[in-house]
Every structure is written in C-alpha cells, then in structure tokens.
C-alpha cells in the first residue's frame, strides 16, 4: 500500500472570519482526533530527508505547517500543539529587513497581526522549526531569476540573524500563494532541503520535495468533515475536491495568462 502522508496547512488560528482562518477549538479537535487515532506527528523537515533518502514513508502520519507567521499562532495554536505534543513549521513573513516586525503594534498582513521577533524566537524555542516564506510574498513565478533570489535567501538570511542561527539552520520554503514553475523551483532547490506548493494532496515517495503537496485547512474546516479524517474516507475527499479546482485553475490560466517575469 502506498504511504501517504497529509502536510495539513493553516494560517490564522482565530475565530475571525475569512477563509484562512480557523477556530481555536475545531483547529484542536481536528489534531487531537488525528492522535487518538494513533497517528504521528511528523517534522516536515524530517518528511523531507526521508523523500531525499529515498527511505519508506511511514503511514498514519502528518505534519503541520503554518503559512505567514500570524499573532494568533503562538497566542492559540502553540498552546495546542504543547497539550498535544506535536511539532510544526512555521513559514515566516519577514518584511522590510530594515522595518519588519520591530513596531508597536506588530505589523499586520491579511488583515492579521504577525507575530513579533520576540515571540518567533520563543515560539522557536519551545522546539518549533521556522521556515522562510520571503520579505514582501510576491507571486515568485512573475519575478526576474534576481528577484526571485533576493526575495528568498533574503528572508532567509533575515530569520537565520533574528534566531542567531545560521542560514543553513533554515532548510525549508513555502512559496507565497503556494505558487512555482520550473524556473523557481531550478533556483531555489539548491538552498532549502523542502519547499512546499499549493497542490492540494497528499506527499508520497515520488513527491517533488521542491513542491511538495499540502492539505489546506479550508477544505477540511467542516466538523464531520474532520471526524472523517483519520479514517479511508480522507484520499477520495481530496481527490474529489482537488479535480474542480485543478480545472478552475487551468481555464483561469487559458483565459488570462500570467505576464512574462519583469526585468
């Protein structure tokens, strides 16, 4: 049977409404009905070294990651994760290198307040991993090769300073908007040991680990729906809702296609 292994994805931990956001309680209930199930919680870096090895996938397993770096992580969602025992990766917004994080009150993206450096390097203490996710979270594919590396190993570079760690202690990238091509991937895979795609299913062993796939919260935010997950019904629900979207995507792309990357 092939292994395969959910990357849950989520954003704001809030009661807000939108559709990145997720309540406090349904955010716990859908964890903790995955651990009394008997999955694991897996590090998504160590996901990752297992796809490189080329090493057996184990099943029932997940990971969790985060996108952006929101307030409402640590404040709702780190609790959670110490009650449970899990582990998770944080994709960290960066911002102006020179401005980023340091006002009062912190910096806001999507209408959400991120967390400050204070509390990403406490987060990162409580044995949190933080992963880069780019100074100003442009769309990658319709930026010059310069760019594209700037906005990447910049906010690398930034994060590695603030937790005083070095660069190479950043090994994993989600692409803003989820969104790559070829040329993107080719340019990054050399600095980070994952990247992670909006592609919605599940990693298995002929994963790309430059894009892998993710579980958006979004479509699994239904209460039966997250009863539902630890059991056989979770693959075709996915599959199910990945075909549409697939779809809608390709006839947006046919109908209005991208620009060529600025110079």
Known sequence: MIARVPVLTFHDISSSDGVISLAPALFERMLATLTSAGWRCLGLE???????????????????????????????????????????TV????????????????????????????QLRDLHGHGISLGAH???????????????????LG?????????????????AF?????????AVRALLRPHFACACSDYLGFVTARSDVAALPRLDSYYLRHPAMVDLMPG????????????????????????????????
């Open 134 to 152: 780019t100074l100003s979270h442009p769309d990658l594919t319709l930026l010059t090769p310069q760019q594209v590396v700037r906005e990447a």
């Open 46 to 88: 160590d996901l990752a070294a297992l796809l490189t090895s080329g090493r057996e996938l184990p099943g029932r397993t997940f990971c969790i990651t985060f996108d952006d770096g929101f307030q409402s992580v640590y404040e709702n969602a780190l609790p959670v994760l110490q009650r449970l025992g899990l582990t998770a």
């Open 232 to 263: 056989r019904w979770l693959l075709p629900y996915i599959m199910a809702v990945s075909l549409p979207r697939l779809a809608r995507r390709a006839l947006v792309s046919a109908l209005h296609p991208r620009p060529p990357a600025r110079r």
């Open 174 to 182: 989600a692409y803003p908007y989820g969104r790559s091509n070829a």
């Open 155 to 171: 906010s690398r570079r930034v994060l590695a300073g603030r937790l005083d760690v070095p660069e190479t202690a950043i090994v």
């Open 91 to 118: 994709f960290v917004l960066v911002g102006d290198p020179e401005e980023a994080r340091t006002s009062v009150p912190p910096p806001v993206w999507k209408g959400h307040a991120l967390m400050s450096w204070s």
